[in-house]
């Protein structure tokens, strides 16, 4: 019955990192379309073909496989932001090709190490005791070419050199890859198990967080009809509108509302009168309270 439970929690775990890994790199690669599509293509075909290979390579590698493609997610977003800085003009193949060059870099780390990484992967459902910093010595090395491409002055360099300083430091941080790919998969189920057991308190807080947000969203509702009563029966506009008089709406008056509850205060509808400015006040004043006791509730539910 507990191997039974067991293989449905790891199932239903699969499920869902699958669908969130998909729809992070949709967003992402939608994102990078316009500006860098080769490598958006680039990061979509990476992970099919790593992922194929560690299902292969490594034996129930599948939730790693998940793990290792929201990785190749936010290392596009990192290296779109570090080819945009310092390697404008390299050109797009040789930005293409420094963007592979560290995935292939790690692919070939991983064959070399399987049986070590095998291993690592088959004890990914329990709280591993090894030193997070230790799985995570290969990051200095990363850290060190990137403050050297941030200091040297690349962006004076013609497109030619630029795509060749582009390409020496993407397989400088490749061989590094290639060379730690065991503590780096490592460090990636470390940070997995972290983030599983964040989700998973999150999941026991569902319903007392459903809670507050019901009782904030009817405060919000309350106060934006109060709003729309008020300026409806009024001989003279109580808000302002980009800085002009004239009386709100309801969906007007909800948009103020919620912007007034979260304190925002954007400055576009703003509280004329003072009658208005005191409603305004009491919905700030409501809403903290509802804060304090609410996240308090939330907590004491937590904890029980």
């Known amino acids: 019955m507990t191997r039974t439970h067991h293989h449905h929690h790891r199932h239903r775990r699969l499920i869902a990192t699958v669908v969130f890994t998909s729809t992070l790199l949709g967003l992402i690669a939608l994102a990078l379309g316009d500006t860098n599509p080769g490598i958006a293509i680039a990061a979509l075909i990476s992970v099919a073909a790593l992922a194929t290979v560690f299902h292969f390579v490594l034996p129930g590698s599948d939730f790693f496989s998940a793990v290792f493609a929201n990785s190749i997610g936010i290392y596009a977003c990192v290296y779109v932001f570090f080819i945009s800085e310092n390697f404008g003009s390299a050109g797009a193949r040789a930005q293409e090709i420094g963007f592979v060059l560290p995935l292939i870099g790690f692919l070939f780390g991983v064959l070399w190490r399987r049986r070590r990484i095998a291993a690592a992967v088959e004890r990914s459902d329990e709280q591993m005791d090894k030193d997070i910093w230790h799985a995570a010595i290969w990051i200095p090395p990363l850290i060190a070419v990137g403050v050297a491409s941030f200091v040297a002055p690349l962006r004076e360099f013609p497109p030619a050199d630029q795509a060749l300083a582009l390409l020496g430091a993407m397989t400088i941080i490749a061989l ?79 948009y103020l509302s919620v912007v007034t509850l979260s304190t925002v205060g954007f400055g576009d509808l703003t509280a004329h009168t ?31």
Request: charged content about 15%.
């Open 176 to 254: 590094t890859a290639l060379l730690a790919a065991a503590d780096i998969a490592a460090f990636l189920l470390d940070t997995a198990v972290l983030f599983e057991d964040f989700f998973e308190n999150a999941a026991r807080l569902a319903k007392p967080a459903f809670a507050f947000f019901t009782c904030y969203s009817l405060l919000a509702i309350v106060f934006a009809c109060l709003y729309t009563i008020l300026d409806r029966y009024s001989a003279t506009p109580n808000f302002l509108l980009d800085g002009h008089g004239r009386r709100i709406n309801l969906g007007e008056g909800l």
């Open 274 to 304: 003072p009658v208005a400015r005191i409603m305004v006040a009491g919905e700030i004043f409501s809403g903290v309270l509802l804060l304090l006791f609410g996240v308090q509730a939330i907590l004491t539910s937590g904890r029980k």
